[in-house]
């Protein structure tokens, strides 16, 4: 039986004769049913016209995307540490050339996920590397469309997965939305791999929303409490969710305007 992936927001259903009848994700207010019809694909299917590509961001840290762009384009980031590697984020294609790569790469320890729309096919990476933890966090639980016994949820507010990687929830896009710290990230100064729960704006400025497509912004309350959150942590490079979403430096400081900036426009300041 196939596990159907919905070709709007690239995240995969668990194995079923007939295709679900509807996603959980598009149905949300964050996200959008795709206005020609709920469509479906398979990682088999995808294999006749899809590859990812590979692009080293910093030392220890590969970018992993899929061509041509497929859903919403996000890539995942491959973090390798002396503990084991880490997936930040997942993607939806996977195919044989990955898992080897990934594999010649240390393969994973566990695969972290900001939240419920870079599910993708989290439990197909997992089943690749060993039925390694896929760790999200509790109070997004109802948005997981694959539930599976790999699925780890956390609680609280961090989550350690090895020194130096940690897991932050900052709640705000979902509630259980998340960041992840990484200490060594950036020559030593800190790195925040952010999905989109801290978006990376066009001007490399940042911004917070309920929903990205839909543009429906948070209200000031959760942006403090992302702002508050992040506040002890230190680091001078934000990786968002895309490619070319990237705050190279100065990314505390970036964030403490970008703060001030989108608080003072939806309070009317
Ligand atoms: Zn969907
Ligand atoms: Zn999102």
């Not at 019809?37 to 030392?59: D, K, V």
């Not at 890539?75 to 050339?97: E, M």
């Not at 933890?133 to 609280?156: E, S």
């Not at 030593?188 to 801290?198: E, I, R, V, Y």
Request: proline share 8%; hydrophobic share 40%; net charge neutral.
């Amino acid at each position: 039986m196939p596990a159907f992936i919905c070709t709007t927001c690239g995240c995969q259903y668990p194995a079923t004769e007939a295709p679900p009848a509807g996603c959980l994700i598009c149905q949300d207010t964050r996200q959008y049913v795709n206005p020609a019809g709920q469509a479906w694909t398979t990682l088999p299917a995808m294999r006749r016209s899809y590859f990812n590509a590979f692009r080293q961001i910093e030392p220890g840290l590969t970018g992993i995307g899929t061509f041509p762009s497929f859903a919403i384009g996000q890539r995942a980031l491959l973090l390798r540490t002396a503990a084991g590697n880490v997936l930040w984020d997942c993607i939806s294609f996977l195919d044989d050339a990955t898992i080897a790569i990934v594999s010649a790469l240390g393969g994973l320890a566990g695969i972290a996920l900001s939240h419920p729309h870079f599910f993708a096919t989290a439990v197909e990476w997992s089943r690749a590397f060993g039925n390694c933890p896929i760790h999200v966090h509790a109070l997004d639980r109802d948005y997981v469309t694959r539930q599976d016994p790999a699925v780890n949820f956390w609680d609280g507010d961090t989550l350690e997965l090895s020194p130096g990687v940690t897991v932050i929830r900052c709640g705000g896009h979902f509630p259980g939305s998340s960041v992840l710290h990484w200490a060594a990230g950036a020559q030593g100064k800190g790195a925040l791999l952010t999905g989109d729960t801290l978006q990376v704006r066009p001007d490399k400025g940042l911004t917070f929303m309920h929903s990205y497509p839909n543009l429906i912004p948070l209200p000031a309350p959760p942006v403090q409490r992302i702002a508050d959150t992040l506040a002890p942590w230190s680091f001078e490079t934000i990786y968002g969710g895309w490619w070319e979403r990237v705050i190279p430096a100065n990314a505390k400081q970036v964030m403490a305007r970008s703060v001030t900036q989108y608080i003072a426009a939806v309070t009317g300041g």
